[in-house]
């Protein structure tokens, strides 16, 4: 249905690890409202909200797809998002367009590091939150092993709204403890009916109404102080102080079903309905005044400002680019004028759609709480506000997420590289967790991303859409070459070829500077020895040989260079002369100088659950790393270390192999440090077999 009143609009987005069963919970949401056919799938056969091939050849998502419901005349836009780990920084641009969090639990009882990953983002978002747990009527689901899981590794306090009326083969409904109610399963394509509680289980269904009264009073002063002077609380009470329970994140109600089957989704959309905030009840998007810097704050209703946010994009080579916004306040018509606060400039709306997967719903226009997508827009992408320019806003940008692998691409066909540049900016647009970047040094065109899989799509992806194919290796390291000690040596060119020869004679001193000190030339020629026009030539001739060592080629630094005496001919000396000379005398007293090689040391913060932190402690000073200390973190501990960038190149699949996927790191560049000797015998007997190679 199309709503245009805000207080008649839900966006749901679905959270949880991968495989736990968000899409088949989705696709169950679309099925109880009467949008798919049975399958719960499309007449295809094929998912609503997995719309890639990559994601249909997996049968995993690995993006955040879209498509939305009525439901007790109520808008539902269904947001579903990817819970692998490579994948999961996806779900934090979606929490953006969220009223309501669903996390989506395995029956098994089983949590992840993903799972608290997402909660985390939404609780910092300040997304209301719910847990649904699935899976109810397969082999060894324990509704009790869940809830005990969810409270214990999330360390939120939860509360049973429904509790399950047997499990796997004798799974046959649920009991609603909010309506004193029970849903029980009718046939086999979703349907439930509404009944009695079954007489055995009055005495389960009434304590779980307490834990339920209980739960609600003590997440308000004034509910508690009622309930334990009356001992319960009257029945519009309850659902009040569950609704703000929800909304200010005290509670975690806890439904379920099982998904595959689509049992419970329909009590599941009731509650999101009744319990959980419309779009015109969450709190004012705040965000800053472009001209000014003041704060500014637009609530949730039509008659504020326009604005909104591009919460994703999608790059279709043919159809082009496809922004999906989420609107914040006030309305805006189809083809009309908007303004990029980000990026300071003009964009025209065309036709807006509703997203129903693969397939689109032209729409008039877009009211606060929505979320609709729109084509072609020009300069805008990822994260960018949107508004109205006489009363301008500009939201902060979605998180962003550094690249924890990189890989270096090169062209299977000779001539792609430019091809290769384009089409992996296009995918950038798409998904901003891709880094793409040129070494300086090396030319090489390196791709960076959250994990080995993430990066291995986006090659997938850059071929079936762009028609480029690549080898990933890994990237080289940075190296440096200094040297230890002071030496001095002469610089000399002299040709005698008929008529105008070449001579120059340089006198150089070089010596070590501190560790980034860089480069220094200092001129200490007096008594005309070299020409002072040519002073500047011996300095170019020194920084271009700085370029390439004499070690394994790579960059020289600090070193302090002085020229110091030098000769010259009125008529055959030059500046090329004295470049070259200079490069010459250079390269013989750096050889002297006792030189080495530098490696780049990162500086590494590692956050892991305290089981984990002896195992990857242990891993850091494996990989020559020096941990500098640690400090808690929430319910984590932050390992921080001094590592070289040599050992954690592939850092990603091993931190998430010691940590079940819960850990997390941050890296950046710190210093440079001698590279001990047997590995700098390797690195430079390398450099040679590449030379002699090229």
Partial sequence: MDALDPARIRNVVLIGHGGVGKT??????????????????????????????????????????????????????????????????????????ATTAVLVVSSAGETRGEDEKVLRWAQEDGVPRIAFVTGMDRERADFELGLKALAEALEQKTVAIQVPIGAGESFRGVIDALHRKAWLVQGEKGQMKEAEIPADLADEAQAARER??????????????????????????????????????????????????????????????????????????VGDDPKSGDEVKRAPKSSEPFSAQIVRTVIDPFAGK????????????????????????????????????????????????????????????TGDTLC??????????????????????????????????????????????????????????????????????????LKRKFGVEVTLSAPKVPYRETIRAKAQAE???????????????AHLEIEPLPRGGG??????????????NFIPAVEK??????????????????????????????VDSSEMAFKIAASTGFKAAFEKARPVLLEPIMSLDVAVPDEA?????????????????????????????????????????????????????????????????????KVVREAKKGAEAT
């Fill in 519 to 532: 480069f220094e030339f200092v001129d200490r020629i007096v008594g005309g020895a070299i020409p002072r």
């Fill in 212 to 285: 339920l009264m209980e739960s609600v009073a003590e997440s308000d002063d004034a509910l508690l102080e009622k309930y334990l002077d009356a001992g319960e609380l009257g029945e519009d009470e309850l659902r009040a102080g569950l609704k703000t329970g929800i909304a200010s994140g005290a509670l975690l109600p806890v439904l379920c079903g099982a998904g595959e089957k689509a049992y419970g989704a329909g009590p599941l959309l009731d509650f999101l309905v009744e319990a959980c905030p419309s779009a015109s009840e969450i709190a004012p998007a």
């Fill in 613 to 681: 932190m002896g195992d990857v402690i242990g891993d850091v000073n494996s990989r020559r790393g020096k941990v500098q200390g640690v400090e808690p973190r929430g319910h984590s501990q932050v390992i921080k270390a001094l590592i070289p960038m040599s050992e954690i190149l592939t850092y990603a699949p091993d931190l998430n192999s010691m940590t079940a996927g819960r850990g997390s790191f941050h890296v950046e560049f710190s210093h440079y440090e001698e590279l001990p000797a047997h590995l700098a015998e």
């Fill in 388 to 461: 109205d320019e006489k009363t301008q806003t500009y939201y902060p940008q979605l998180r962003s997420f550094e690249a924890a692998m990189s890989f270096a691409l090169e062209a299977k066909t000779k001539g792609d590289e430019d091809k290769i540049m384009t089409g992996l900016q296009r995918l950038q647009e798409e998904d901003p967790a891709i880094h793409l970047d040129r070494d300086a040094q090396s030319k090489e065109i390196i791709l960076g991303g959250v994990g080995q899989l993430h990066i291995e799509m986006a090659i997938e992806r």
């Fill in 541 to 570: 001739g020194v920084v271009e040989t700085l370029r390439s060592g004499a070690i394994a080629g790579y960059p020289v630094v600090d070193v302090r260079v002085i020229l110091y005496d030098g000769k010259h001919h009125d």
């Fill in 491 to 505: 610089g000399k060119l002299k040709k005698q070829t008929g008529g105008h020869g070449q001579f120059a004679l």
């Fill in 24 to 97: 088949t919970l989705a696709e169950a949401l679309l099925l109880a409202a009467g949008q798919t056919n049975a399958a719960g799938k499309t007449s295809e056969g094929t998912s609503n909200f997995d719309t890639e091939p990559e994601e249909e050849a997996r049968g995993s998502s690995m993006f955040t797809g879209f498509h939305h419901l009525g439901w007790r005349d109520t808008a539902v836009n269904v947001v579903d998002t990817p819970g692998a780990n490579a994948f999961v920084h996806d779900a934090s641009n979606a929490l953006r367009a």
């Fill in 322 to 381: 496809l922004s999906v916004l989420r609107v914040f306040s006030g309305e805006v018509p189809a083809d009309s004028s908007v303004y990029n606060a980000t990026k300071r400039s003009k964009e025209k709306l065309g036709h807006l759609f509703k997203l129903e997967g693969r397939k689109h719903t032209q729409v008039p226009k877009a009211v606060a709480g929505d979320i609709v997508a729109v084509a072609k827009l020009k300069d805008a992408s």
